[in-house]
């Protein structure tokens, strides 16, 4: 325990000195670029070690660091999950994809290579699957092997390998491939092993190689382009390779030539220069201070072209050297800047971790020895997703999912958040056996990698085996709308199947293992689609034939659209150019609509039959999208309607959810009145679809409540839009409506001048102050009538009388019951006066109020 309290005293140390400390990388020029296209490079066909020579059928003598029995973190969690599940949890029983098609990329007669270090990337039209001793170009649609590149890799990368000594060979070894949407072009990443013929020994540092191409599709006719760098003093070995708009992210586990663990090292490559033909890497080296720092580090792809200039920020991430449960992060800045500098080492704390154990499977006669190699708890794929980074490895445990006394293998995962800032785990799971009896006998999940699509739907690819199961591939993941920390179809053992079906035993004579068991692989890979966003392809090992390996590809279909049920509106007319329509369904067991937005080849679209044009498909959410539609020569009738999203799975309503009617009236969907807070009343109202709508009287009345005649007036028209199947707003002001009670209606007018009113509405514009409401004549001068206004809070009797300046009346114009809270208006005609001042004087029970008025002739 006292040695444990000292190495958490000295990693914290370490840590405060490294603090807010930003390196800047060292720059080198990569060798100059070479080129030969794929047919140039076809013609190498030729072996480039001497027959039965395995690559790693020999041990490298590289001395890894010891990872078994690391320290754990202080208070870390011991669980299979975070957050923690809520109680009785029931994982959903759907896939969270379907297989589509698959095809074997590789087999251990054609690739003379132990272990094959599975790699593969989906491309527009084709798959690339590389490995240890073969790269091999499929069609994607078909899955056949279209003959276009097909080559061992020691061929393929021959311009830039390291010349071979006397009683030396070079070979190539721990292969990656990306194809780069934002670029469009295909990076292949490797490095070279030059060993003493004879031992196998290490005999020179070795070489990291690049390949590019000039396109997104591989022809006869691609340009590649070839570069390295040249390591002066040590080994690089496991390379990893993340991609992003700006550089290639290579890091490197570095060995003396003795194959001693020396430290850790990451490569940012510009990416401009390499295209330009003029490769520079910026190189950070010592990644490991003291115990701390990422073991293994992964380079980081992310997808986002918007993650470029100064403030962009590429990342590299691997599990922590000194302790278990800890991953380390580095960010680097302006990554395509001269220079990009890189942050100090960030931690990032998990639940439990351990090592892996040896892999039983069923038919294994090596005993101890012939067991599979999972090698430690390193990481084996990195990507980054809406600012969320997602990574995978394996790790022991046991029965429950937790890491004491591990005796079989999980599958890890994580999603971690807040990158720019303090990172942390946002979710975490492990696919692992919860069967019993808790012994080493159950299914082993290992070498995995996770990717998550545009949807937010994630793939765990993975091998798996057990004493009593053969050695297949296994996929499996989760919706974006899952329990978060969980995975479909797992936790779970034999019962789960894989998506092959070994039925041989693995006991290779040409790999006999050893004390750490047979070597099985290095990597794995799930890609997403670079034409939908949402299709996911995974390349997994497995036991293709007795004593034999395989390496099989599988597409992973995203769910499919959801099925339109409703059309808003539901009716449209004929004859419409541009007529809006929206599409909703229910979203069930992660079915949804989608788009993947700019920069992708495919999007998503719809059709309906009899004619109907769909101008534009607008992307709303899973469950909704707008269609605009021609209707033009359209016939009446019910139409159902298709939508198909990227990936080519459509979604058809099961009746005619749309109708097109020429008869179609003007559907008024809303409408409403507000008091404006300086006086008047506010009347707006909604059109969804019109039909030869000419326009809209508004029409008023005051006390509509208490009115025995009604005498509605017209006070204003609004001009219609004729025909339209899009929602249209409409407004009117009625600055007249000062207090009292009002009430209004629309009389919307066809062209042919039928007609028809709307709902009555009803408001309040306020009460009349003091009770009583004598107006200003208006207009004032007049010439020859004006209209006078009054009102009264209460029902009474009310006298409004004109008076000339001598005092003399000339005309009452009211005399009677004025009831209370309505409005008068009165016209007062003075075409046989003459000009001069007037009087008005309006008399009630209780009051009596003057005001005077000019004619003018």
């Not at 000009?835 to 109020?849: H, K, P, Q």
Request: aromatic share 10%.
């Amino acid at each position: 325990m006292k040695k444990y309290i000292l190495l958490f005293l000295l990693v914290s140390i370490l840590n405060f000195i490294s603090l807010g400390q930003e390196l800047i990388g060292e720059r080198i020029n990569c060798a100059p670029i070479v080129t030969a296209t794929t047919a140039e490079l076809m013609q190498h066909w030729a072996n480039y070690y001497p027959p039965g020579y395995l690559k790693r059928n020999f041990d490298l003598g590289l001395q890894e660091p010891d990872r078994e029995n690391l320290p754990q973190p202080e208070g870390v969690i011991d669980k299979p999950q975070w957050p923690p599940l809520p109680e009785n949890y029931q994982a959903p029983a759907f896939a969270p994809q379907t297989l589509g098609i698959s095809f074997t990329g590789a087999v251990l007669s054609d690739a003379n290579a132990f272990p094959p270090d599975v790699m593969g990337a989906a491309g527009p039209t084709q798959y690339e699957v590389f490995v240890n001793g073969r790269l091999r170009s499929f069609n994607k649609a078909t899955g056949v092997a279209d003959g276009i590149l097909n080559a061992n890799p020691n061929a393929f990368f021959s311009l830039v390998t390291t010349p071979p000594g006397t009683g030396q060979i070079t070979f190539t070894s721990d292969p990656n491939v990306r194809y780069d949407r934002l670029s469009g072009r295909w990076f292949l990443t490797i490095i070279d092993v030059t060993v003493v013929q004879a031992t196998g020994a290490i005999a020179v540092p070795n070489r990291v190689l690049i390949a590019m191409s000039d396109g997104s599709t591989i022809t006869a006719g691609t340009v590649w382009s070839f570069t390295y760098y040249q390591n002066p003093t040590y080994f690089d070995d496991y390379p990893s390779l993340g991609i992003d708009a700006n550089a290639l992210y290579i890091g490197t586990d570095k060995f003396s030539i003795a194959g001693a663990f020396n430290n850790t090292k990451a490569y940012v490559f510009n990416k401009a220069s390499i295209i330009s033909g003029s490769p520079t890497v910026y190189i950070f080296d010592n990644l490991i201070s003291g115990i701390t720092g990422p073991f293994a580090p992964r380079g980081v792809d992310n997808y986002d072209p918007n993650n470029t200039g100064s403030s962009a920020i590429g990342y590299f991430i691997g599990v922590n050297n000194g302790t278990y449960s800890t991953l380390m992060l580095r960010r680097v800045t302006n990554p395509a800047g001269s220079p990009p500098t890189m942050s100090s080492n960030i931690s990032i704390t998990t639940n439990t971790t351990t090592g892996p154990v040896k892999v039983p499977h069923l038919g294994n006669t090596g005993g101890n020895n012939g067991r599979l190699d999972a090698l430690d708890d390193r990481l084996y794929a990195a990507h980054l997703r809406n600012g969320r980074l997602w990574t995978a490895h394996n790790i022991g445990v046991n029965s429950s999912g937790t890491t004491t006394s591990a005796n079989r293998n999980g599958s890890r995962w994580y999603e971690i958040q807040n990158l720019t800032g303090t990172p942390s785990i946002y979710q975490q799971g492990t696919m692992y056996d919860n069967s019993t009896p808790n012994d080493v006998n159950q299914r082993n999940y290992w070498i995995p990698t996770v990717m998550v699509s545009g949807q937010g739907h994630a793939a765990l690819g993975c091998s798996i085996a057990g004493s009593n199961e053969r050695i297949n591939c296994f996929t499996t993941g989760r919706l974006a709308g899952d329990a978060l920390g969980t995975l479909r179809d797992g936790p779970g053992g034999a019962s789960l199947p894989g998506y092959t079906s070994s039925s041989t035993a693995y006991n290779p004579p040409s790999n006999p293992g050893g004390t750490n068991g047979r070597r099985w692989g290095d990597y794995s890979y799930v890609s997403l689609d670079p034409n939908d966003d949402m299709t996911m392809w995974t390349a997994q090992e497995f036991c293709d034939a007795t004593n034999s390996w395989g390496v099989r590809v599988v597409q992973l279909k995203a769910p499919p659209p959801v099925t339109p049920t409703t059309a808003t509106p539901n009716a449209i007319a004929p004859n419409q150019t541009s007529v809006n329509v929206v599409i909703t369904g229910t979203v069930v067991n992660g079915s949804g609509f989608f788009d993947p937005g700019t920069g992708f080849p495919n999007h998503i679209s719809a059709s309906l039959p009899g004619g109907i044009v769909v101008n534009s498909t607008i992307f709303n959410s899973p469950a909704q999208v707008t269609l605009n539609l021609n209707t033009t020569g359209v016939a009446d009738g019910s139409y159902t309607v298709t939508v198909t999203n990227p990936d080519g799975q459509s979604a058809t309503s099961a009746t005619g959810i749309l109708q097109i009617d020429h008869n179609l009236p003007v559907e008024l969907s809303s409408f409403t009145a507000k008091v404006l807070q300086n006086g008047g009343i506010q009347l707006d109202w909604r059109t969804e679809t019109e039909v030869n709508n000419f326009g809209f009287d508004v029409e008023r009345l005051q006390n509509y409540k208490n009115e025995k005649i009604q005498d509605w007036e017209k006070i204003g028209f609004i001009e219609g839009h004729g025909n339209s199947n899009s929602p249209k707003e409409y407004s009117f002001e009625d600055k007249n409506a000062q207090y009292g009670s009002y009430a209004y209606r629309l009389k919307q007018i066809d062209t042919d001048g039928s007609f028809e009113y709307s709902n009555v509405i009803e408001v309040d514009a306020g009460k009349i102050p003091d009770g009583f409401v004598l107006e200003q004549n208006y207009p004032n001068p007049f010439n020859p009538s004006t209209k006078i206004k009054f009102a009264l809070a209460e029902t009474q009797n009310a006298e409004l009388k004109i008076f000339d300046v001598l005092g003399n009346e000339v005309i009452t114009l009211f005399n009677g019951v004025a009831e209370g809270g309505k409005v008068y208006e009165k016209e007062f005609d003075a075409v046989n006066l003459s000009s001069g001042i007037y009087f008005y004087r309006l008399a009630t029970d209780n009051r009596v109020e003057n005001r005077k008025m000019l004619l003018i002739k």
